[in-house]
């Protein structure tokens, strides 16, 4: 459920705009984060739902635009991957463009992102997050002390936030919902199931309405109707609960669901360099 404070600041906003004060501005963007080459999708249901199928996943990063300042939601895979021929292994990553490339596009400065959203800890979502170094990262409080145990959790690679972890770089934990910019435009989400700290996003677009990023709440919309659980996610029960919030979540808001990993739910947002607004 939303955090009091969530609620509580979504009121506050709406009485302000009922007052008279202008909504931010907003636009969202798709960016091209990677593609994940799944050999064995088994991996993705622990009820050998998937046995003897393979797969291709999309990686994407979302850049939001509040007036004046840039947020970014999930970095993708390392730019190390950029040109990485496809393998035969379980999980073959590979990169056709940085972040920093396609920020270029549209004009904007990586030092012009001052905040990163991260849905989870898992390495195909912090993998450019070290371009930001300035900016505040939101993050799970679960996976941030999930980050800090030893070992690190499967999945995970704490050098990858090296400048928040050791305290170069601002950081805030999100315990529960979070709005972001205290206005109730973008909110995270709590999904936790994936990782102990999962979170989804809420944008409301004004001409859009409301998107939902699923982070990796599923992997491809197939796992929705069918309740199929990765077997490397941390909690079975907590990741059904989650799979039943958003989407409930999404028909009740009436928003478009974009599942972050399904090729097919890219064009549920203009192409970039498009934004949606």
């Known amino acids: 459920m939303m955090t009091f404070r969530t609620l509580a600041l979504a009121a506050l906003g709406l009485l302000v705009h009922g007052a008279g004060a202008q909504a931010a501005e907003l636009r969202l963007w798709r960016l091209d984060c990677g593609t994940i080459q799944v050999n064995d999708l088994d991996l993705f249901s622990d009820t050998f739902a998937y046995a003897g199928q393979s797969r291709k996943l999309t990686d994407g990063c979302y850049l939001i635009r509040h007036d004046a300042d840039y947020m970014l939601w999930d970095t993708g895979l390392s730019a190390d991957l950029l040109g990485k021929p496809i393998g035969k292994e379980a999980l073959s990553p590979t990169l056709d463009r940085t972040i920093a490339a396609q920020l270029a596009d549209i004009d904007v400065k990586p030092e012009q992102v001052t905040t990163l959203g991260i849905s989870h800890y898992h390495f195909d979502h912090l993998g450019q997050a070290a371009l930001f170094p300035k900016a505040k990262l939101l993050i799970g409080a679960a996976d941030l002390a999930a980050l800090k145990a030893e070992p690190p959790p499967f999945g995970a690679d704490p050098a990858l936030m090296a400048p928040w972890l050791q305290g170069r770089a601002p950081l805030e934990a999100v315990a529960g919902d979070g709005d972001v910019f205290g206005d109730g435009s973008v909110t995270m989400l709590s999904m936790p199931g994936h990782t102990p700290g999962s979170h989804a996003l809420l944008v409301r677009l004004p001409k859009t309405g409301p998107v939902l990023l699923s982070g990796d709440v599923v992997h491809f919309e197939g796992q929705f109707p069918t309740g199929n659980v990765p077997s490397f996610n941390t909690d079975r029960a907590q990741s059904l609960a989650s799979m039943d ?29 498009t934004g949606a607004d």
């Not at 989407?247 to 064009?267: E, F, G, P, T, W």
């Open 245 to 273: 919030r958003l989407r409930r979540m999404a028909a009740n808001l009436k928003a478009v669901l974009v599942v972050q990993h399904d090729a097919s739910d890219i064009a549920k947002l203009p192409a970039f360099p």
